[in-house]
């Protein structure tokens, strides 16, 4: 669902990145949906299903498909893929037809396709995870042994030094960021599954044509995921763990930056229209904006585990609405991030 807040361009890049909603964007999911569609048409030469000219002739299609307008075809049956094959098939012979997508379903391309965009989208979550903790690594070295209130329930406490509480921030992202390789081993299973999740029926090839296209996608091959969305729920969960570790540190951020406490010193704009002593924390408000955001996100993700029977469609379009969303606001926090810690000019109990 677009919100015109994030994508006119009024807000610049608060509330949105670029990056990451370009992994979603039509022209990018196409793509990998016609990674998953070449990688079968080259197994059915491969196990035979079909004559191996056929499936040259039909690879040639599809690399040489170039239209985006497939939102026709999900007006009509509710997703892209139906169209895609049938532009696929077009031009090409009957024997070159039957080398697209032949045992392939729907949810094979689309499910496919959207590992392999979060795999992408993890890539640059990453990257940045680990820019952000070198940076507060930075301020650890810069501003470590400087003194600074602890404080509990927002009350002071006791005496301790900036090292206490950036390494608090610090800690569970180093922590994140070891975790995002179990997500990514999660993720990374090809679907594959047939009409109903049995592979192997009725279509006796799926089961030997799957086997080639885990391996020419750099993919795993597990057991049919079609009702099981563990590990979209996975990815959601550890989007939820980064964005809500950086709101942390924006909230305490925003505490610190507070006229009468003055424990951090940022420099960069935040002016006010109508006072003009004022310099608003305006990153750190947005991480805690999009990590409240995020973990609201995640409670709706959830609800995409539960699909009726062997394939839902309901459920299914729920991951569609969430999953990049939480994705770009995840981006988007990173980004703040980054730019906030860099404007740190002095964190401690002022002189």
């Known amino acids: 669902m677009t919100n015109a807040f994030t994508t006119s361009g009024l807000f610049g890049g608060l509330l949105s990145d670029q990056a990451i909603a370009q992994e979603f964007d039509a022209p990018a999911f196409t793509a990998r949906m016609l990674a998953f569609e070449a990688a079968w048409t080259q197994a ?36 892209p893929v139906p169209a895609l094959v049938a532009t696929l098939k077009s031009d090409l012979t009957k024997g070159a037809a039957r080398a697209v997508h032949t045992g392939a379903t729907s949810q094979d391309v689309i499910d496919t396709a959207m590992v392999l965009t979060c795999l992408a989208v993890m890539d640059r979550l990453t990257d940045r995870l680990h820019r952000v903790i070198a940076a507060l690594e930075t301020v650890l070295d810069r501003f470590g042994s400087a003194p600074l209130t602890a404080r509990t329930r927002m009350q002071a406490a006791l005496p301790a030094t900036v090292a206490l509480r950036v390494d608090a921030w610090r800690r569970p992202l180093v922590d994140h960021l070891a975790r995002a390789a179990d997500v990514r081993v999660q993720l990374a299973i090809v679907q594959i599954g047939g009409p109903i999740g049995t592979r192997e029926m009725p279509q006796v090839h799926v089961a030997d044509c799957a086997v080639k296209v885990a391996e020419t996608l750099g993919l795993s091959l597990g057991p049919v995921w079609h009702a ?90 729920l991951e569609w609405l969430t999953l990049p969303a939480m994705a770009e606001a995840t981006g988007a926090t990173l980004n703040h991030a980054e730019s906030l810690i860099a404007s740190i000019e002095r964190i401690g109990v002022p002189d």
């Open 228 to 317: 099981d969305r563990s590990r979209i729920i996975a990815l959601g969960h550890w989007l939820a763990l980064v964005a809500g570790s950086l709101g942390k540190i924006g909230q305490d951020v925003a505490l610190m930056v507070q006229q009468g406490v003055d424990e951090v010193s940022l420099s960069g704009g935040g002016g006010s229209s109508a006072m003009a002593h004022k310099q608003n924390p305006i990153g750190a408000e947005m991480m805690v904006a999009m990590a409240r955001y995020v973990a609201g996100q995640q409670g709706i993700l959830g609800q995409a585990m539960i699909h009726e029977q062997e394939r839902s469609g309901a459920a299914w379009a």
């Open 44 to 79: 059915l030469g491969a196990c035979g299903v079909v004559p191996a000219h056929d499936a040259e002739t039909a690879l040639t299609a599809i690399r040489e498909f170039s239209s985006e307008n497939l939102g026709h075809g999900s007006d009509r049956d509710g997703l």
